[in-house]
């Protein structure tokens, strides 16, 4: 893989996806630019917010997973570089993506057995040749050492997208969509990775799933938080509130 992607470098010489300055793919000032999630998040779902224990999603619906941190609000350079590795083949972005969740995975202190992605559904993936989000976990396993299961979670079903509906809806949305193999994560601590987050529906799915199946624990990281809350209501990063 890093062969290939060094040959590709010398045919096309990489610019930062963000701001095109020439020889990397995603440049330190553009690192340097993003709005780092610290200070005060629920202490289950990890949505930034001003508040004392659990946020109010957490509270009125506990999710099946045992903590969810994202690494930066999705803006901007972010939301630049995620586009690139998504929608553009960047497939190289996956690097530095998975460089930022192993900083953060290390911060957390979480023991787990093993690593997987939030699979993409069938029609996605023929779209797309590829699934984001196990590129970003394949790079954060190579760089911490933590076992890759790639099918530990499959998805059931292609579902429609999140926008504009409320948590309630979104987790209805995203139910039953997954399975989890009883065979690779009973009595496991499972580490579930994905580039974006929301209000944490799929995140919870894949959870349910999983724990299901016989996980003893479930935590999720994600490059990206799309939503924060605001005055109790989810707050999407360019949109209104939507209405809990
Ligand atoms: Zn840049
Ligand atoms: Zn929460």
């Not at 690593?115 to 590829?130: F, L």
């Not at 989890?180 to 994560?185: D, G, S």
């Not at 579930?192 to 894949?206: E, K, M, Y």
Request: a positive charge; hydrophobic letters at 45%; charged letters at 20%.
């Amino acid at each position: 893989m890093h062969v290939g992607w060094a040959a590709l470098d010398w045919l096309f010489p990489p610019s930062c996806v963000s701001c095109q300055k020439a020889g990397v793919d995603f440049c330190d000032e553009c690192k340097a630019s993003l709005q780092i999630i610290e200070g005060s998040v629920c202490p289950l779902c990890g949505i930034p917010y001003q508040g004392q224990g659990l946020c109010v999603f957490c509270r009125q619906s506990p999710p099946a997973f045992d903590g969810v941190r994202s690494w930066a609000l999705y803006e901007d350079a972010l939301r630049k570089a995620i586009h690139g590795l998504k929608y553009y083949s960047r497939l190289s972005l996956s690097l530095p993506l998975g460089e930022m969740l192993a900083d953060l995975f290390a911060q957390q202190g979480w023991q787990v057995d093993l690593v997987t992605a939030v699979p993409v559904s069938g029609v996605r993936r023929r779209e797309r040749g590829y699934n984001q989000s196990l590129m970003i976990a394949r790079a954060f396993h190579r760089l911490t050492g933590i076992p890759l299961k790639e099918r530990a979670l499959l998805r059931l079903r292609h579902t429609a997208s999140q926008v504009g509906l409320t948590l309630e809806q979104r987790i209805a949305n995203a139910a039953d969509a997954f399975a989890a193999q009883h065979a690779l994560c009973e009595g496991k601590t499972v580490l579930v990775i994905d580039d974006v987050c929301t209000s944490s529906a799929t995140l919870r799915a894949c959870a349910q799933a999983l724990k299901d199946a016989g996980a003893l624990r479930v935590y999720g990281l994600t490059v990206a938080r799309a939503g924060f809350m605001r005055e109790g209501l989810l707050t999407l990063a360019d949109e209104l509130p939507v209405l809990p």
